[in-house]
């Protein structure tokens, strides 16, 4: 009920955009824009998502290679299943998809695999964050843009989590004290945070994260210059920040319209023009579903999704939970 009401007042503010910046758009030169854009440069910015997606997939690979043996091409398939299925039902879909696909391939990890998903989404989130301080201490416009407790919460936030990966030890002895220590999802969880706790793979990890934020930069820069658009580095960063707050609790199928709205409110107080801002956002968003419904569309022909199976195995686990 409280996740409903979530979704409501966020096609509410959704809609209170659309009607603020919607007169605003002269759609006979969006047509134009359109028409003039180099599609070779939004090609690049597709290519760099595409990368971005092995990227992440190496980041999952290598945090399954812990307890399991897994081939890349498979995790691939599944992280791209998974991100097919979260651009078609809205929720969260995806890691529910990611599980299942792999537990049905090795039964005997099934906590440990969906804790190396949750895993993966967090190293995603902490590059983002340290991104967009690392950004915010070199760029006034960023702190001027922000509000400056923001940056001391995300920093507190930080510190916090790198000081419980040094406690890990500590920590996981307290909870195995308590009815979470009998718990197998929480045990994986622990053995992925000690593997993390080493300063190799921690560097290897954060590093293929960070490297997956900069070609999501590199594809906002390319998808800008596509339509003779073009900002600094700090920008990019404030956009990508903007856009996944936006898309943390997904309302519609593919976010359609969140990212737009997002996009043209940060791109129109800049002082671009509407028209102008809605046209590259839409460009954007195109370069990310048009490689996760392509890639995604095809590997499901390959490696089919069956549901049936995937909730059959959803059940068996909570009951071996609840026992």
């Keep these: 009920m409280k996740k ?9 503010v959704l809609a209170l955009f659309i009607w603020k910046w919607a007169p605003q758009i002269q759609w006979d030169q969006l047509k134009i824009a359109f ?3 180099n599609w070779i440069l939004w090609g690049l910015a597709s290519l760099s998502i595409l990368i971005a997606w092995l990227l992440r997939s190496f980041i999952f690979y290598r945090i399954l290679q812990l307890k399991s043996s897994f081939k890349f091409s498979y995790v691939f398939a599944t992280n791209m299943l ?14 529910l998809v990611r599980w299942g696909m792999l537990s049905l391939k090795s039964p005997k990890t099934k906590a440990f695999n969906m804790s190396a998903a949750m895993a993966c989404l967090g190293l995603d989130a902490l590059a983002l964050v340290l991104l967009f301080l690392g950004a915010g201490c070199f760029s006034p416009m960023i702190r001027d843009f922000s509000n400056p407790k923001i940056f001391i919460v995300l920093l507190v936030a930080v510190s916090l989590l790198f000081i ?8 996981d002895r307290l909870v195995s004290r308590t009815f979470l220590g009998r718990i197998s999802l929480v045990k994986a969880v622990f053995e992925i945070i000690h593997q993390m706790r080493e300063p190799s793979k921690m560097v290897l990890w954060l590093g ?4 997956n934020w900069f070609l999501q930069v590199l594809c ?26 936006a898309i943390v609790v997904p309302v ?20 671009v023009a509407a028209t102008q801002a809605l046209a590259y956002s839409m460009a954007y968003h195109l370069a990310h579903l048009a490689v996760i419904f392509l890639v995604g569309g095809g ?25």
């Design 4 to 12: 409903l009401g979530i979704k409501i007042i966020i096609l509410a």
């Design 35 to 37: 028409e003039k854009a």
């Design 82 to 95: 998974g991100a097919l299925m979260d651009q078609i039902i809205p929720g969260r879909s995806g890691v």
């Design 164 to 171: 419980s990966l040094l406690r890990s030890h500590q920590i």
């Design 208 to 211: 293929l994260a960070l490297a």
């Design 220 to 245: 906002l820069h390319l998808a800008a210059m596509s339509f003779g658009l073009e900002f600094d580095f700090s920008q990019y960063v404030l956009l990508l920040m903007a856009i996944n707050l």
């Design 252 to 271: 519609v199928p593919g976010n359609i319209g969140t990212i737009q709205v997002v996009m043209t409110g940060v791109l129109s107080h800049w002082g």
């Design 299 to 323: 590997l499901s022909l390959i490696y089919p999704i069956h549901f049936s199976q995937l909730r059959e195995s959803k059940e068996k686990e909570l009951r071996a939970v609840s026992q």
